[in-house]
């Protein structure tokens, strides 16, 4: 496992939170980051997802490249322009590339956490990254985990679902309802950064709000 | 896309419910299936993936292959029979195989569904598939989707995830806990009805189950 840890900037960042609850987390305490999975269909694989990781912006984040995908912590806006460079960068060697990508916010899920359970969520800005000029489908699901609460705060998963697909249908890219996901088609920026606003606008009234996609490039069968 | 439909048989069995609601749906109706995402590192990646598709045994199922993943609808034995067969087709040709793996239940995500809200959950039994003699290691995650409930079926997602990593570590798979997933080592079969497993039985008391799994076969960084 190789780890690169880039964030003394970016551990000191108040993000408060919009919950009755007083509440301020950085990104990282806040277990904000993201889990990626960059498949290369071609012989050169090793070396184009390598060249990927390599060339990509990492300040402002703790990477570790584990067996199966690389973990990336810190703030929303410098996961997605890490996510965005490394895939945008497969996607240029002209092989087709296939991507899982794994947001999530509200840190549990096997390692410590220590931000108070339940209600307190954290507010933070949809984050914005460039047009890659690599288009870019992603097959993508949204999971708010929210057990309890009442009145309109009730936790109903289904709502808040839906009202990241509106949002979705809002940013440009062609939006297309079939069985468990929902497909973005659009440039890969647009495409990532539907993802993830959506996961953002659910996570300031959830705390534990988890996103995946498959995103594929230069599909033979797309054409 | 193409689909195949070979679901006569399977569309007639009932499948009690666990719930107070006197509830029976098949497989179907209640939204059980899968997304497979299958990607070969190889320059060959076509020919691997088609002739993975094409000998594995879909009886029992639909199959639609999309322009992302393909949609695989049916009782659960026979869509973890079929996604073991497919990925370990694609093993069995020494390529490096990355596999997307998403599991649901509980209808909801974009289409139609005709169960009733809340409360019903659909009882299945663990499906069991044969050993292949393929390694692989998956990067899982288990998303119980409840919402409100009271008492000892109110709902709490970490309770419910924390039982099916539980159980994962009792089916003997290599268990490793880490940021945001749960890793699995073991036989390809091994790992696929370890995550089957969690998603069936926390399925028994919540209606809307999901699950994820990436995973690695061949891969060069493993050894």
């Not at 108040?14 to 987390?25: V, Y």
């Not at 990492?58 to 322009?81: C, F, I, M, N, W």
């Amino acid at each position: 496992m190789q780890t690169t840890d880039t964030t003394a900037a970016a551990a000191n960042r108040p993000s408060p939170g919009r919950d009755e609850t007083p509440f301020t987390a950085t990104p990282r305490e806040f277990g904000v980051g993201a889990r990626l999975t960059l498949a290369v269909m071609a012989d050169s694989y090793a070396d184009v997802i390598l060249e990927a990781l390599e060339q990509a912006d990492a300040a402002g984040l703790l990477v570790q490249t584990g067996k199966v995908s690389t973990y990336v912590s810190g703030a929303e806006q410098d996961v997605l322009r890490y996510l965005s460079q490394v895939i945008a960068a497969a996607g240029r060697s002209g092989a087709h590339v296939s991507a899982a990508v794994h947001l999530s916010r509200g840190c549990p899920g096997g390692v410590t956490c220590d931000i108070p359970e339940g209600g307190a969520a954290l507010y933070s800005d949809i984050p914005h990254v460039e047009i890659t000029g690599i288009s870019a489908t992603a097959d993508w699901a949204i999971y708010p985990l929210a057990d309890g609460g009442t009145g309109s705060a009730a936790a109903d998963h289904m709502r808040d679902i839906y009202a990241a697909i509106e949002h979705a249908k809002s940013t440009g890219v062609t939006v297309t309802e079939d069985h468990y996901i929902t497909r973005l088609d659009g440039d890969l920026a647009q495409v990532l950064q539907t993802i993830a606003a959506g996961w953002v606008l659910v996570g300031r009234s959830v705390q534990h709000v988890v996103t995946h996609a498959t995103l594929s490039i230069n599909s033979p069968s797309a054409s």
